[in-house]
């Protein structure tokens, strides 16, 4: 079965600093998706990036961006310029893309970020 | 763009009381997933849907039922709640089953239980 661990309950960081979060992963499988979720006060869940494990090129958006270690099954997030309104709960899942698998998403605890003014 | 849409938002039952959380996929998406958030826990996967039949279970318990009508939405019924299933509760879809396809979140039916 696969497993998503994430390291770091809470991190910190310095308003426009940049901040990396951790998460590593165990599955058998070589073909996978790998998603950061932001989960704010409100709760809502929002995706901030998503890696294909087949595309060695590292997913990027905006001020986000991975570090996809597929060797090392390690799939860390990096927040530069950090703002205030990226103070959340970061979440990193994983999910099969096997047929007949389930496709459910499979969390990891979850990170909480504390932006500092 | 539509999202997916969740009532009601927030729920308070007595404990051995019903409940019935409600999800509206997006339209065109014919998968439902549901997830159960305990309070600074990590979500759990439920049960999900796929063109209203059921295509994967986690860990649901016996006194949860759910299913997809015809329209895509999905119902999760809860009967004889206990305190312990105070939770957010998320319901997601996707268009197919595809792993491909990314899950869209609702806003979440935050459920109390007195």
């Known amino acids: 079965a696969q497993t998503v661990t994430q390291s770091q309950p809470e991190m910190s960081v310095q308003e426009a600093e940049t901040v990396t979060l951790s998460c590593t992963y165990d599955?058998?499988?070589?073909?996978?998706?790998l998603f950061w979720y932001k989960q704010p006060p409100s709760r809502q869940m929002i995706l901030v990036i998503r890696?294909?494990?087949?595309k060695q090129q590292n997913a990027t958006e905006n001020r986000f961006s991975v570090n996809f270690q597929k060797a090392a099954k390690s799939f860390s997030l990096k927040i530069s310029d950090s703002q205030l309104g990226d103070a959340a709960m970061y979440f990193c899942?994983?999910?099969?893309?096997?047929?007949?698998?389930?496709?459910?998403?499979?969390w990891g605890l979850g990170t909480s970020l504390a932006v500092n003014p | 763009a539509a999202g997916v849409i969740q009532s009601p938002r927030h729920l308070i039952k007595e404990k051995r009381e019903t409940a019935t959380l409600k999800c509206y996929p997006i339209?065109?998406?014919?998968?439902v997933y549901w997830y159960q958030q305990g309070p600074g826990q990590d979500p759990q996967f439920l049960i999900s849907?796929?063109?209203?039949?059921?295509?994967d279970k986690g860990s649901i318990p016996d006194r949860f039922s759910a299913q997809q009508f015809s329209d895509y939405h999905s119902e999760l019924n809860m009967s004889s709640l206990e305190l312990g299933d105070s939770a957010l509760y998320f319901c997601?879809?996707?268009?197919?089953?595809?792993?491909?396809?990314?899950?869209?979140f609702g806003p979440g039916t935050r459920l109390t239980v007195l």
């Open positions: 899942a994983y999910r099969s893309v096997n047929a007949g698998n389930n496709r459910k998403l499979i």
């Open positions: 599955t058998s499988e070589s073909d996978y998706y």
């Open positions: 890696q294909e494990a087949y």
């Open positions: 339209p065109r998406h014919d998968t």
């Open positions: 849907f796929y063109e209203k039949m059921q295509s």
């Open positions: 997601a879809s996707s268009p197919g089953t595809s792993g491909r396809n990314e899950q869209f």
